[in-house]
T-cell receptor, first 112, second 113 residues
Framework: GESVGLHLPTLSVQEGDNSIINCAYSNSASDYFIWYKQESGKGPQFIIDIRSNMDKRQGQRVTVLLNKTVKHLSLQIAATQPGDSAVYFCAERRDAGNMLTFGGGTRLMVKP | ETGVTQSPTHLIKTRGQQVTLRCSSQSGHNTVSWYQQALGQGPQFIFQYYREEENGRGNFPPRFSGLQFPNYSSELNVNALELDDSALYLC????????????FGPGTRLLVL
């Protein structure tokens, strides 16, 4: 398949380890944040979201942390599996807006 | 699978031509957003349609236009194609017109020669 993200930051982890993918956002007025996973040749797949009135939200094997003080968002993946290999994007929605603004993406590579 | 479908999957056009891309939203969703994703970059917002009206636009020229139909499916039209229009075009469906929890289709890969 085609390659998504030829020059992206890359995080390489061993299968079974935990992964942490970080994202800095710029707009303090953003009120909603979302993480997507994009595999080669596919559209972005929703993983988890969080509103600005929360600091942490957990899903199945994933946790999103939001630090509004330093405008930082992170995605934690527990017990990383080979199927988690993909490019991960964070996106923000600015308060009262209707568009998502995406970050540049991080490539996660899982070594068996 | 998100239930969002796009057609065609791939398309090759020449500079100056016009193209129409299509998107069917997920059942129950009344909002469609279109994004352009250049190779190696995150998606960039083109515009959004909510209940058949344009509901926000990103930094794209007027030759990018769209439509939403009563069944909430949508079209993206690009006139006077330029080489830099080569990209993956993604549509995302959601409900409520506020850009929340957008579910993406597989995209249309456009190559302009």
């Amino acid at each position: 398949g085609e390659s998504v993200g030829l020059h992206l930051p890359t995080l390489s982890v061993q299968e079974g380890d935990n992964s942490i993918i970080n994202c800095a956002y710029s707009n303090s007025a953003s009120d909603y944040f979302i993480w997507y996973k994009q595999e080669s040749g596919k559209g972005p797949q929703f993983i988890i979201d969080i509103r600005s009135n929360m600091d942490k939200r957990q899903g199945q094997r994933v946790t999103v942390l939001l630090n509004k003080t330093v405008k930082h968002l992170s995605l934690q993946i527990a017990a990383t599996q080979p199927g988690d290999s993909a490019v991960y994007f964070c996106a923000e929605r600015r308060d009262a807006g209707n568009m998502l603004t995406f970050g540049g993406g991080t490539r996660l590579m899982v070594k068996p | 699978e998100t239930g969002v479908t796009q057609s065609p999957t791939h398309l090759i056009k020449t500079r100056g031509q016009q193209v129409t891309l299509r998107c069917s939203s997920q059942s129950g969703h009344n909002t469609v957003s279109w994004y352009q994703q250049a190779l190696g970059q995150g998606p960039q917002f083109i515009f959004q349609y909510y209940r058949e009206e344009e509901n926000g636009r990103g930094n794209f020229p007027p030759r990018f236009s769209g439509l939403q139909f009563p069944n909430y499916s949508s079209e993206l039209n690009v006139n006077a194609l330029e080489l830099d229009d080569s990209a993956l075009y993604l549509c995302a469906s959601s409900s409520g017109g506020r850009g929340e929890t957008q579910y993406f289709g597989p995209g249309t890969r456009l190559l302009v020669l």
